[in-house]
Structure formats: C-alpha cells, structure tokens
C-alpha cells in the first residue's frame, strides 16, 4: 500500500535507527526505464512496441480544476497539473501489484539529510520554464514560501514542518525544518496531494499577479498552457525544451496536446470513452468496472492498494445526542453492514473498512486494536447502554450526489434497524458545508478520496483544527500522540504513537468508515505508457498507438 | 418607431435593476458562502483559509456595501471577477454565450423546420390524418421532460447506434463539422417542446385566418386553395407566431439549463446553475443579466417585428 | 409577458357564463375535445394510484434487498429493481404521490399569490402597480429552472419547499393575468357605482373583480400542472425535491441516470410515468380550456 513507499523510502534512508542520514537519492539522467511499471496494456501485454509521437490525448473527470494556480487548488490532484508542473522529488510507482514507491529526482537531482532538521538540496541545472525563464533556488525558495504563507495555499500542511529556507548557491537550497519531519520528503513530492507543492514561474507570477496568472499558468512541466474553457477543458501543448527525456531519447512529451475535459457525469463519460471521444477516465464508478473489462477496445486499471473511502461517518462532538454519549457512537458503528455496503455499491470491487483512514499496511496497524463489526444485537445492546432503550432520533447528513446518496440510504436504513431512527438529509454542497460548520447536525458523512500518502496527514481529520475535521474531535491525548509520530524518524517508535491514536480514535468511537474502493482508471488500448504519480495519471509518458 | 423603441428599452431598466436585487439577495440567502465555496468539503474547517478568503473576496463588507460596490462597476462596465474561477466575468460570459445562443438558434429553427409545414398541413385539413398525427406530436412535446428526453436520446444515438457524440462542446470556429455533431442531440432535445408549441400555434391560427372575410372573397374570386393559403393567409397567420417564437426563445434559455448540463455544454445556463451551487455572486449577476437582457430585448424585437407586419397597430 | 395579453383578449362575460355552467356541464363540453377523455382517465389513474398506493402496490416501496440489486423486469418484478434491489413499480405508484401533489400543490400557491398580487395592482394602480409588476416582470427574466433551484436551495431539500419554490416561480404568470383584467374592470362603470356606495377594496376585488378573471385563471392553472409536475421532477433530477428513500419519479430518474450504461431500462419507467401523467394533465386542461372559453391560446405557450 501506499504506506509501503514511506517505509521503503525510511528503510532506505533513514534505516531503522533513523537519526541521521536520508540517503541522497543518486542524481540520474532521467530517461525513462521501459521495465519501470505503468498502465497495463490489452492483449499480448511486454512485447513493448516503439513509441510514436503525436496526437491528441484527452482525458475526463469529473470533477473541474479549481485553479489552475496549483498551490491554490483545493483538488491539486488532476494530470493537468502534473503537466504543466513539476515537483522538486517524483512520487514514482515502482511496484504496481502492491503500489510501493519510490521518491526520485524531480528538480531537485539529490537531497540530503545534513541533520535531523536540516536537508540540503542540489536543484537541476538548465531547467526553463514555459515563459522561458530560470529554475533555480532562488525560484524554489520562493515556491516554498508562497506554499507556506499564502493563507489561501493548499500546499500549507504539507509544507508547515519547514522552517526557513535558505538559498546556498544557484542551483542548491538548505530546509531547515522546525523538527524532525519524516513526512517533510513525501510532503515535497505531492504525494496524495498530487502537485500541490509543484514549483510555478515566479517571473510569471510577478508579471501578471495571482489573478491572472491563475488563467494563464507556467510552469516547467511537459505541456505548456494552451487555453482553458472553464467548465468544459484544459488544452495543453508540448513544451519543446522540457528535461526529461523519452525512450527514444527525444524530449518528453510524446504527445503535442493533451486535453483534460470536465465531465460531471460518469455515464456520459463512459459513453465518451467507450465511443472513442475520449482516451482515459479517472476513477470509473465500481458499477461500470464489469462493462470496461467486457469492451475489448478499452482496458481496465486498478490500484487496489489506494482509492476512497465511502461512508467516513463524523459525529457532532460539540452537542447534541452523539456528543457526550460513547455508548450511542459505539451503537451507531455496530450497525453499518459494511459487507452489505461493499457488495452493493461496491459491486465486486468493494471491500469493508473496520479502521477509518487506517489500512493494514499503515504504520500502527493491528487487528487487536478495537473495532466495531456489523452486529445488530451489540448496536442495540448498546443503544440501551446509551439509555435509549427506546431507540433515538437523529439526522445524517450527506451532499446531494452520488454515491452519497446511494449509500446514505443504506446507512439510513441499517441505523433504523439498530434502533437509530436516522432521518437522511441530502442537502446541496454548501448546505451541508453550513450546516456541518454551525453543528447543526448529528452525524454526516463524507468523501476521503484516497488515503494520505504519510500517517501524519492524518491530522487534517481528526487533529483539533484540522482542515477536514468535521466532527471536531478535540482530544489533547490524540493530537500529542500525532505530533510525537509526526516529529519521530525511527519507523518502530512512530508506528507505536501511530497505534496508539488508531486504538484511542476506536476506542472513543470518533470515527467510523464503510468501505473503501480501489482506485482505477479506464482507458482505451491505444493509449500506452501511461504513470501515475502515487494514484495520479501521469501523461508525460503516455503515447498513442493509432 | 425608434422613439418606442427608446421608450421600452428605458421602462426596462427598472427590471434591470431590480434583477440584480433580487439576484443579490438569492445568492446573499444561500447557505453557505463562496469562501466555503472555495475551499470545498475538504478544507472548509480552516478557519485561517476562510478568513482569508472572504477577505480577499470582499465577503467582509457589509451587504449593501458589496452590492453598491457590485453596481458602480457594472455601470462602468466592469462585471467584476468570478468568485470561482477568477476570470473576469465579461470573459466567462463572453466564452459561454455563443454556446447558449447557437443552442436556442438551431433548437428554434429546428423546431420551426418541423412545425411549420406540419402546422399548415394541419390546418388546411383540420380533422385530417395528418392533422391528427400532428396533434398527437405537438401534445407529446410538451409533455416530454427535457432531461428525460435528452437521455434517451444519447442512449440510442450515442451509445447504441454511436452516430453522434455523447455530450461536450467544439466551437464551430474550430471545427464546424464537429461543432454541429455536438449540438445536434442538444437542440433536438430543446427543439421537441419548441415545436409542439410553435406548430399548435401555426394550426390555430391559419385556421382562424381562413375563416377570415378576406380569405373568403379570395376563394370566391375562385383562386386555388394553395394561392389563398401562400398569398392571403400565410402573412396574417404568422404574426402571432412569430409572436410566439420571440417569446419562446426566452423560455428556451430555461430548458438550456437543463440540455446543458445532460450534455456537458459549456453554456450560459449550467454557468448560472454552478454559480448558484458555488455562490459566485459575480458570475450569476453576469448570467441573469446577460439571459434577461437577451429576453428583453427579444421582446422589445418581437413587438416590432410585430407592429412592422400587422399594419393596424400604431405606435405613439 | 404578450402571452398574458393574449389571455387578456377574453370576452367579457366568461364568468356569467362561467356561474350559469353546472360542472356536469363543463365536463360534458371538456370532453368534446379530441383527446381529453385520455386525459381524464390518465389522470384518473394517476389519481387513483396515489390515493391507494398503500394497497395496489406488490411491495413496500423503500424496503432495500442487496441480494436483488438492478435485476432486469422479470414476473416477480414486473418493472425490474434499483441499486438498491427496490420494486421499480412499487416505487413508480408511490411516486405518483408526490408529482400530483407538487402539481396541484405548487400551481395552488401560485395562483393565491398571483392572483393577490394582480388584484392588488389592478385594483390600487399607480406606483402599488408598478412596484408588483416589476417584481413580476424580474422575476419571469429569470430563466425558470435556475429561479427554482435557487429558491429550492435557499429553503433547502425537501417536497414542500421545492412546491412552494415552483409556486413562486409561476407567480408572475398569474399576477399578470389578473393584473390585467381587474385593471380593465376596474374602470367599468358599476365597480365605479359599487365604489361610490361604499364598497371596500376587498370586497370589491372579491365580489366584482375576481369572478370577471376567474375562468381565465382556472384555465390557465389547469394548463400550469403539467409544467410544475415537470419542473419538480427536474427539480429533483437535480438533487432538490423529495428527500431519498421516499420515491419519486424524478429522483428516480437521477439515480436511473446513473446506470444508463449497466441498466438503461430503470431510465424508461419514470421518465414514461411522467410523461404519460403531464400528457394526460394537458389534453384534460386543453379540453377544459376548450369548454370554458375557446378563443384562449393553445396551451403549452407560456
């Protein structure tokens, strides 16, 4: 799972006594290594035909960028993103089957760890960016404060262990960190993220102000802005001077455009893509899974080893029935049929979540720790505990979309079995936005898209504060606990505090989760060489076999 | 003519302005507002971004002060910044408005391709098989949801017979060809309604007009019937329907929200849709003034294209 | 707003005619119109379908079987299931419910409001006249659909607020309408007469004015319900309207939606029912158009 990539980067670097050393990451000329895993292909999969240049590729999802401003972006996850910028460290699949990863050089050639608060950096030397530009540190250095300092940055949780930044020479810059920080490196590759933390033209960004710059972005990545039409597409073009270099020692990208259009609907997507109009979708629903594999024209990508996780139930902790009643969260978590949940939604490709935000392959993880299978006669029991012998009215929250919708139903229903007479409200985004902000609410649910690439991530959910904390859990204990596994380099002490937290989140019952889907891709067969950044499409590889 | 023209173009623009009221005070009743907007499910709970947000945004400032702010631009000409997007609102408006207008263009023309001929067909033989047939159609239409039609339609000529595509946009300066293979199942899908009313509107009113003392007289000076239909009653007949077109491309901009959003356009309708679900004041302001506008004006051309053709209405 | 003048055109009279007419006989006259004896026994089947959902249908509608997710119309299912293993008929019978009650309901509070307003600016004139109409005029500039969700998102989710949401979209309609008439009317010489012996505004408006618009408006409101029965379905397909699992065929439609690929056929059902229901609602409201006054408008054109 994703947690594999931070182990095996730790064991790699830090190695177990973790203190000092981060093993510099030897500085390689990047050519792209044809071993190296990527989409799979239909048909005779190996027999790797030569690449050809050219063409349209288009991509869908559903959702529309925000901003094409990257560190501004609530959703900085899109291949439009990674296309026009780059990282300082790539976040590389190595390892498909169980999605281990590696950190490897982006403009940043090589990092070390000088001290347990301090890396240095040797940059890429002759790096431009679209406006034709420099990259260099003192460039990078201003990325890096922007990150931190813009309130509006979504880059700033990331980015909040480091302190200063300190320009060395032209091509080299010095973190200093406020404390060890073991996620910092992941943090720097996006990660989950995506590019959040991708370096922009500071000349550009000086020349036209953030505004502005937002609709005519630059960056130093494969594909240079061509247009946008908000709602609808992005449109991209090959970027001739750009320094990675492809299988046929020719720059990258093999493609001249690329497009990522705004489909709202999965069906009219998936009416797109199996018609040819598109190339590629980003997470398909698991309903359409069986009719992807059924087309030979297309294929099937999953990442079972990532995906998101429906049915992440908070509880209103400030007031109300839930808040200072553990036996009637308890009674609410007894009675989620996952099983039910993951084979009806999940058609097939579902699987339960007895752990929120924690998979078995994250640091802390163990099935001794307490947890809350479906079963009825326990829910009702401790519904009496609770003191409703009586059963109990109360709301569940939930954005008017799919598949909320769809799985609210069931939640609604299973509740109501329990004793939880639960009324569901499907409410308008930023209704439940308002409503969850006021605590107007008993319980809600929503959408953790994928898993945090590190275990201190984690915070944002459940750490007093946190960005996505609807449930405002406010526990002193849970939040030293996170911030001794977030400042802690040794891998057995960090997975110990982690372990902690899970068995405190459980045990007060703050959290509860349905299931989790893997994450997938559905793509036509003539689209090749396809990467992801963690689970994210990456295009700079891809080519079109017409 | 002018001087009417002048004086109904002026009485409008109280309306004017009582849309951006109201506009205003629908986006200001929302729950929610457009920092959290911005900032979405997963980091709405910041309260550091949020207040930095409205601060940015201006969401600080005291409604009437936002408002007043709002309108002393717009007089200017200066629709402000989308709260969303950050594009300028004239550029959103300006990239979106072609789409909407070419979709409300050929659903008309489509739907007076079709109920035209069938109208007067109607109507020259009221009680007729055909006649029967177009009324069952026209009454169909009406009664044929939007959005239920326009899936069905993908359905068969998207999916199962893959003739055309399935939903987004081409700008017909890019590629005409392909720009009217993406319009063609969402004007269709306009059109239906369209058609059932402008036909029904077309019989009945032919039919009035032949019963007229004139149309008499033409037959009994023993003109043919296809020459006292073309020459004498057709004019007549079609003022009131070209009243009823005028007016239905007004409530066509209502169906586009809908046909827009079934078949990803990038128009002006699922522009106001999303602006209202992301609380972009700015950008809905521009989209409400851009439609009622248009409608207005359309009105305005109507009523003189009206009084141009029918000689006995005499304007002040 | 020419559509609404076009109503104006009405003979004086209607209502005299109106109040000598015994409903047996305006039906009778209804059904002389081609089509309207479908739509009388379409509607009546709808009808009846709301009011004894609780008996005809072969199973509860909101009762979840994951065993039986998305199964094809089969005997035991005659119109197939939905992701959540539901009866599509059971589902379809109850949500008659709602689309009569947003039709009725909804065209019931438009014609209150607007038929208050109208007589208000008919009757007072002046700036009470401009103030109203103008609201009026505003708000019909707004495109429908985009009013209605937005008053539907302002008042939140819910069956009610999305009827009272359409009611105040359709408002302007019928506060034109009468508007219109009572300002002719009031002008005519035995209002003036009742006026002068001390008649009071609303009396006035309800003893002389309003049965002078009546007709116009029962015409009108009749030919209104299939557009608010649409309009609430797409209010729905939208995600506001009727709160899930409570059936109802737009929301039906929207979750349908969803399988166009894997099941188009949950897309047919609802999309038929409303359909057939807003056909049937028309051609009765034509018939009755026809019978209460024939020289109104075809219907449809607002």
């Known amino acids: 799972?994703?947690?594999?990539?931070?182990?095996?980067?730790?064991?790699?670097?830090?190695?177990?006594?973790?203190?000092?050393?981060?093993?510099?990451?030897?500085?390689?000329?990047?050519?792209?290594?044809?071993?190296?895993?990527?989409?799979?292909?239909?048909?005779?999969?190996?027999?790797?035909?030569?690449?050809?240049?050219?063409?349209?590729?288009?991509?869908?999802?559903?959702?529309?960028?925000?901003?094409?401003?990257?560190?501004?972006?609530?959703?900085?996850?899109?291949?439009?993103?990674?296309?026009?910028?780059?990282?300082?460290?790539?976040?590389?699949?190595?390892?498909?089957?169980?999605?281990?990863?590696?950190?490897?050089?982006?403009?940043?050639?090589?990092?070390?760890?000088?001290?347990?608060?301090?890396?240095?950096?040797?940059?890429?030397?002759?790096?431009?960016?679209?406006?034709?530009?420099?990259?260099?540190?003192?460039?990078?250095?201003?990325?890096?404060?922007?990150?931190?300092?813009?309130?509006?940055?979504?880059?700033?949780?990331?980015?909040?262990?480091?302190?200063?930044?300190?320009?060395?020479?032209?091509?080299?810059?010095?973190?200093?960190?406020?404390?060890?920080?073991?996620?910092?490196?992941?943090?720097?590759?996006?990660?989950?993220?995506?590019?959040?933390?991708?370096?922009?033209?500071?000349?550009?960004?000086?020349?036209?102000?953030?505004?502005?710059?937002?609709?005519?972005?630059?960056?130093?990545?494969?594909?240079?802005?061509?247009?946008?039409?908000?709602?609808?597409?992005?449109?991209?073009?090959?970027?001739?001077?750009?320094?990675?270099?492809?299988?046929?020692?020719?720059?990258?990208?093999?493609?001249?455009?690329?497009?990522?259009?705004?489909?709202?609907?999965?069906?009219?997507?998936?009416?797109?893509?199996?018609?040819?109009?598109?190339?590629?979708?980003?997470?398909?629903?698991?309903?359409?899974?069986?009719?992807?594999?059924?087309?030979?024209?297309?294929?099937?990508?999953?990442?079972?080893?990532?995906?998101?996780?429906?049915?992440?139930?908070?509880?209103?902790?400030?007031?109300?029935?839930?808040?200072?009643?553990l036996k009637l969260r308890q009674a609410a978590l007894y009675a989620i049929d996952r099983e039910s949940m993951a084979k009806a939604i999940g058609f097939g490709i579902g699987r339960p979540a007895l752990y929120p935000l924690w998979n078995s392959s994250h640091l802390g993880y163990d099935e001794s720790i307490v947890k809350y299978p479906f079963d009825l006669d326990k829910a009702k029991q401790s519904l009496k505990d609770a003191g409703y012998p009586n059963g109990i009215d109360v709301n569940l929250l939930v954005i008017a979309r799919e598949p909320e919708n769809t799985i609210g139903q069931m939640a609604a229903e299973m509740w109501s079995k329990a004793g939880l007479r639960t009324k569901l409200e499907t409410l308008e985004r930023l209704s439940w936005i308002d409503r969850m902000r006021k605590f107007d609410f008993d319980s809600g649910f929503w959408r953790i898209s994928t898993q945090p690439v590190d275990d201190d991530e984690k915070r944002r959910y459940f750490g007093t504060g946190g960005a996505s904390n609807w449930s405002s859990v406010a526990d002193p204990e849970l939040d030293k606990l996170m911030e001794q596994g977030g400042t802690t380099y040794d891998v057995k002490q960090r997975a110990e505090y982690y372990k902690k937290a899970l068995t405190l989140i459980q045990e007060k019952a703050y959290l509860g989760s349905g299931f989790q889907v893997p994450e997938n891709k559905a793509l036509r067969k003539e689209m090749k060489g396809s990467k992801v950044q963690f689970t994210y499409l990456d295009i700079r590889e891809s080519w079109l076999d017409s | 003519m002018s001087r009417y023209f002048l004086r109904r173009a002026i009485q409008s623009i109280p309306v004017l302005l009582l849309i951006t009221i109201i506009t205003f005070a629908i986006v200001h009743l929302l729950p929610g507002d457009p920092a959290l907007a911005y900032l979405g499910e997963a980091a709405a709970k910041d309260q550091v971004a949020y207040e930095a947000v409205r601060l940015e945004l201006g969401l600080d400032q005291p409604l009437p002060v936002q408002y007043g702010k709002w309108l002393g631009k717009v007089v200017q000409g200066d629709m402000g910044r989308s709260v969303r997007t950050r594009e300028p609102v004239t550029d959103g408006l300006s990239g979106r408005l072609p789409v909407t207008f070419q979709l409300a263009l050929m659903a008309i023309l489509f739907a007076v391709v079709i109920a035209v001929p069938v109208g007067i067909l109607s109507a020259v033989r009221p009680g007729s098989r055909t006649d029967s047939v177009g009324t069952v159609f026209a009454i169909s239409g009406v009664a044929v949801p939007h959005f239920w039609l326009g899936i069905i339609l993908i359905y068969v000529f998207a999916l199962w017979l893959r003739w055309l595509p399935a939903s987004g946009y081409k700008s017909p300066t890019e590629n005409l060809g392909a720009n009217l293979q993406y319009m063609l199942l969402p004007a269709l899908t306009l059109g239906a309604g369209q058609a059932a009313v402008i036909m029904r509107q077309v019989r009945s009113s032919l039919i009035e007009v032949l019963r007229n003392e004139y149309v008499r007289t033409a037959r009994a000076k023993g003109l043919r019937e296809r020459v006292v239909v073309q020459r004498h009653a057709l004019k007549n007949a079609f003022i009131p329907v070209i009243t009823i077109i005028g007016m239905q491309v007004g409530r066509l901009f209502g169906g586009a929200v809908v046909v827009e959003s079934i078949f990803a356009l990038p128009g002006l309708g699922r522009l106001a849709i999303d602006s209202i679900m992301f609380r972009d004041f700015a950008m809905l302001q521009g989209a409400i003034l851009i439609l009622a506008v248009a409608v207005v004006v359309l009105n305005l051309l109507t009523d003189v294209l009206y009084a141009y053709l029918d000689p006995r209405i005499k304007y002040a | 707003m020419a559509v609404i003048d076009l109503h104006m055109e009405m003979r004086e009279g209607t209502a005299e005619r109106l109040k000598r007419r015994l409903p047996l006989a305006v039906l009778r006259r209804t059904l002389r119109t081609r089509g309207a004896g479908f739509g009388l026994v379409v509607t009546a089947v709808v009808i009846f379908m709301a009011l004894t959902a609780d008996f005809i249908s072969p199973y509860n509608p909101i009762a979840q079987d994951y065993a039986l997710v998305l199964q094809t119309p089969s005997s035991a299912h005659l119109l197939g299931t939905d992701e959540l293993g539901r009866d599509v008929l059971s589902r379809i019978i109850y949500g008659s419910r709602v689309s009569i009650q947003a039709g009725l309901v909804s065209v019931g509070f438009s014609v209150v409001m607007g038929v208050m307003m109208g007589l208000l600016a008919g009757y007072f004139g002046r700036w009470v006249d401009s103030l109203l109409m103008g609201l009026a005029d505003a708000m019909w500039s707004f495109p429908n659909l985009v009013l209605a969700l937005a008053i539907g998102a302002i008042l939140g989710p819910g069956l009610t607020n999305a009827m009272i949401a359409i009611g105040i979209v359709y408002t302007p309609l019928f506060a034109r309408l009468v508007r219109g008439q009572a300002l002719s009317v009031r002008e005519m010489e035995y209002i003036q007469a009742a006026r002068v012996m001390g008649a009071g505004p609303v009396r006035l408006m309800l003893k002389h004015i309003w049965p002078n618009v009546a007709s116009a408006v029962v015409v009108q409101a009749s030919l209104m319900v299939g557009v608010a029965i649409i309009v609430e379905a797409a209010l729905s397909f939208l995600g506001l309207g009727v709160q899930p699992p409570q059936p109802s065929w737009g929301s039906m439609l929207k979750s349908a939606y969803q399988y166009m690929v894997r099941a188009p056929w949950l897309s047919i059902f609802p999309g038929a029912a409303i359909f057939l229901t807003v056909l049937g609602v028309n051609l009765l409201g034509d018939g009755l158009r026809r019978a209460l006054d024939p020289r109104l408008k075809e219907f449809g054109e607002a």
């Open chain 1, 1 to 325: 799972m994703r947690t594999f990539s931070r182990r095996d980067f730790l064991k790699l670097g830090v190695g177990t006594a973790g203190v000092t050393l981060l093993a510099a990451c030897a500085p390689t000329p990047q050519t792209s290594t044809p071993s190296s895993p990527a989409q799979p292909t239909a048909g005779a999969a190996g027999a790797a035909p030569k690449v050809k240049r050219g063409g349209t590729l288009v991509h869908s999802q559903s959702w529309t960028y925000p901003t094409l401003d990257v560190h501004l972006s609530s959703i900085p996850t899109g291949p439009a993103y990674s296309s026009l910028y780059d990282t300082l460290i790539r976040h590389e699949l190595v390892d498909d089957k169980v999605g281990r990863y590696e950190l490897k050089p982006g403009l940043a050639e090589s990092w070390e760890q000088a001290d347990p608060k301090t890396i240095v950096m040797k940059l890429r030397k002759g790096v431009k960016f679209h406006d034709g530009s420099d990259f260099n540190a003192e460039v990078a250095r201003w990325n890096l404060d922007r990150m931190r300092s813009d309130k509006k940055s979504f880059a700033r949780d990331q980015t909040a262990a480091i302190d200063t930044v300190d320009v060395v020479d032209p091509y080299t810059i010095k973190l200093n960190l406020k404390a060890p920080s073991p996620a910092i490196l992941a943090g720097l590759s996006g990660g989950s993220n995506g590019s959040a933390t991708a370096m922009l033209s500071k000349a550009a960004m000086d020349k036209l102000g953030p505004d502005k710059f937002a609709l005519n972005p630059v960056g130093t990545g494969p594909m240079k802005f061509k247009q946008l039409i908000p709602d609808d597409r992005v449109v991209l073009e090959r970027f001739e001077d750009y320094w990675m270099k492809g299988a046929d020692g020719k720059t990258l990208p093999y493609v001249d455009q690329f497009v990522s259009r705004y489909i709202p609907d999965p069906s009219v997507a998936m009416v797109e893509l199996r018609s040819g109009g598109i190339h590629i979708i980003d997470n398909i629903p698991p309903k359409d899974v069986e009719t992807v594999k059924s087309d030979p024209s297309l294929v099937y990508w999953e990442m079972p080893w990532a995906g998101p996780t429906y049915f992440f139930v908070g509880f209103n902790l400030k007031s109300g029935p839930f808040a200072t009643n």
